[in-house]
Nanobody, 123 residues
Framework: EVQLVELGGGLLQAGGYLRLSCPAF????????IGWFRQATGQGRVGVSC????????TYANSLKGRFTISSNNAKNTVYLQMNRLKPEDTAVYYC????????????????WGQGTQVTVSS
């Protein structure tokens, strides 16, 4: 059974940093790429970043390049999202998902989803 879990959310002040983790179960990173999405209150779920270990590919939302970094530890079957210089507008529920990592970060490219973890950035 495919399962993803998001870990590491929390409450912090603007300018701080946080690392989210997504351990994956029931598949390996040779089978699926992993993406991170986020959904702010009252808004749609949008792509943040994705990584394909098989193709050595990473994609970032343009607005987040330079602040967010995605990485994977294949031995632990875990993907990480390092978020630096956080802003109040980064406040959202963050989801990891398994699927295909293209240049578009489209939600419909990912078929398996975790339950999400809340990140709240205060000003």
């Amino acid at each position: 059974e495919v399962q993803l879990v998001e870990l590491g959310g929390g409450l912090l002040q603007a300018g701080g940093y946080l690392r989210l983790s997504c351990p994956a179960f029931g598949f390996t990173f040779e089978d699926f790429a992993i993406g991170w999405f986020r959904q702010a209150t009252g808004q749609g779920r949008v792509g943040v970043s994705c990584i394909s270990s098989s193709f050595g590919k990473t994609t970032y939302a343009n607005s987040l390049k330079g602040r967010f970094t995605i990485s994977s530890n294949n031995a632990k079957n875990t993907v990480y999202l390092q978020m630096n210089r956080l802003k109040p507008e980064d406040t959202a529920v963050y989801y990891c998902a398994a699927g295909v990592c293209s240049d578009h970060l489209r939600r419909d490219e990912f078929g398996y989803w975790g339950q999400g973890t809340q990140v709240t950035v205060s000003s």
